[in-house]
Each structure stands twice: as structure tokens, then as C-alpha cells.
């Protein structure tokens, strides 16, 4: 038998959306000064963008300068809007500012809300005055743009299941037109109180000024977002901190993050297994 014009296309793309399928992602929305997301501007992230978080998975968490814990009364939920009680994001600061050494035991020192993202308006990228996106408001570690030292802020995430994700991260100043760039320090193990990233690569985010695209959504890696992917074990911790770089601006953001699930070999084996049954059919 013959094939159809349209059927290997077909096969391959029931293939991608097989992998697809099964992701899974936790999206994080830090800063409360941006205001709620619209339907279509829940998609507006570089994740979606580059396909590693489906379409379909629009639900956000709003993180502002408190800790999240685990369990029923969080309100945590994974992107599809499923529960994600197993999930608790603690916040941190550098307690002593350039140790490079988040405390989450310690007081958080973290602003939430006054980063709006009044300044840095580049189409559907950040949003306009009216508007919101994941990355036109964030946190960061207050009381520090008069210090010498370049200060960091960041989470430490517990609860995911063991597996391989990428994550997608956004973080600058948006109250400023001006390019102000800012590091980030990621890590994996047991659970600890504090996070020490002085040895550890660092990620720039250059976040110069880009073109809005005629409105349209424009994610450049390395300048306004970036991705890292990850390996972590059963009962291990997520470490995240976002550190200025330059006199510029010495203080770290997190504007938004997303966790996507690494679909595993075996499944797209499996889903590839049954696009070959489906090719031997037609014959």
C-alpha cells in the first residue's frame, strides 16, 4: 500500500507531540508588582517559546518574599494546574552581602513588588505599562545599592521527583532601561541550610536592549533568559542564586523560572516504537 503525501509528517509529528505529552513543568512567577497574567500572556516565557513547556501548561506560581512549604494548604500546583503538594520553595539572601553564601535559615532581607517593570517596556518580551509577563517583575536583595559588594538572592526547591529537567530562567532589573547584567549559580544535593556558589559556573544574562518585535514575543538566549539542565536524585534539593555583577547593578533578580521534565530515552523508544508499527500497518 501506498503512503499518503501527508502521513510520514504526520507520524513524526505525533512523535514530538508523544515527548511532548509527557512533560512536566513547574512554573514560578517571582514578584508581586507585575500584576495578573492574561490567558495569552501565561505562554509568554522562554520555556514555552522553545517548546520545552507545552501550551497547554499555563499555570503559574506567584512567589513574592515568603517561603512556600510543602503540603495540601500551599496552593503550589504543576503546570497543567495539577497539585505540587510535595513541593516547598525556601527563599534566601547573602546575610553578610559579597560571602557569596545564601542563609535560608536567616531572616529573608527580599523586595517584592517594587520591581514593576515601569522602565523596560519591549513589546510582549516584559509587557506594557498595562500590561504583565513572568518576566516584568521579580525579587531581589534589598538594601544593598549603595554597597560595594554585589549581593545575591535566590531558593532552594524541594519535592521533585528524580529525573532530568531543564530550566529556563529570567532575571533583571526592569525598572531600568539601562543594561544591567546579572549572574546565576545552580546547583543539585542534599538538603542544606545555606548554599555556597563561589566556585561554581557562573551563567551572565546580558540584558541589553532588544527589539520587541513588532510586539511579538523575542527570547534571545544568553541576553534576556538562559537554560541550564539538571540531574537530581530522590529526596535531593535545587539550588538557584542570581548575584549582580558590576557596579551597574550590584543586586540579584529572579524574575521567572520554569522546570521542565526531560522526557527519558525509553519513552521516546516507545513512542518512536509506535510510529514504525504505524508505517508497517500502512504498508
Avoid: C
Amino acid at each position: 500500500m501506498k503512503f499518503t503525501r501527508n502521513f510520514l509528517p504526520l507520524a513524526l509529528s505525533s512523535l514530538f507531540m508523544a515527548g511532548q505529552a509527557s512533560a512536566v513543568s513547574l512554573l514560578f512567577d517571582f514578584g508581586t508588582g507585575g500584576g495578573a497574567l492574561s490567558a495569552d500572556q501565561r505562554t509568554n516565557s522562554p520555556g514555552h517559546a522553545t517548546g520545552a513547556v507545552p501550551s497547554t501548561e499555563v499555570s503559574w506560581n506567584t512567589v513574592g518574599s515568603a517561603d512556600i512549604a510543602a503540603g495540601p494548604t500551599s496552593g503550589l500546583t504543576y503546570g497543567d494546574g495539577t497539585a505540587a503538594t510535595n513541593i516547598a520553595l525556601n527563599l534566601a539572601v547573602e546575610t553578610a552581602i559579597g560571602s557569596n553564601i545564601l542563609d535560608y535559615a536567616a531572616t529573608n532581607n527580599i523586595n517584592s513588588g517594587s520591581l514593576t517593570g515601569s522602565a523596560v517596556n519591549l513589546g510582549a518580551v516584559y509587557g506594557s505599562a498595562t500590561s504583565s509577563t513572568p518576566a516584568k517583575d521579580g525579587i531581589f536583595r534589598g538594601g544593598t545599592t549603595s554597597n560595594s559588594d554585589n549581593a545575591a538572592v535566590g531558593f532552594r526547591l524541594d519535592g521533585l521527583a528524580a529525573g532530568t529537567y531543564t530550566l529556563y530562567f529570567t532575571g533583571r532589573n526592569t525598572n531600568s532601561d539601562s543594561v544591567r547584567p546579572v549572574g546565576f549559580y545552580t546547583a543539585v544535593g542534599a538538603s542544606s541550610d545555606t548554599f555556597n556558589f563561589l566556585d561554581l559556573s557562573l551563567t551572565t544574562l546580558a540584558n541589553s536592549s532588544i527589539s520587541n518585535n513588532g510586539g511579538n514575543p523575542t527570547f534571545v538566549a544568553g541576553n534576556n533568559y538562559n537554560s541550564t539542565t539538571f540531574t537530581i536524585a530522590e529526596g535531593q534539593s535545587l539550588f538557584f542564586a542570581a548575584e549582580g555583577t558590576t557596579s551597574t547593578e550590584r543586586r540579584g533578580f529572579i524574575n521567572s523560572v520554569e522546570i521542565a521534565l526531560v522526557p527519558e530515552p525509553s519513552a521516546i523508544v516507545l513512542s518512536l516504537g509506535g510510529v514504525m508499527l504505524a508505517l508497517r500497518r500502512r504498508r
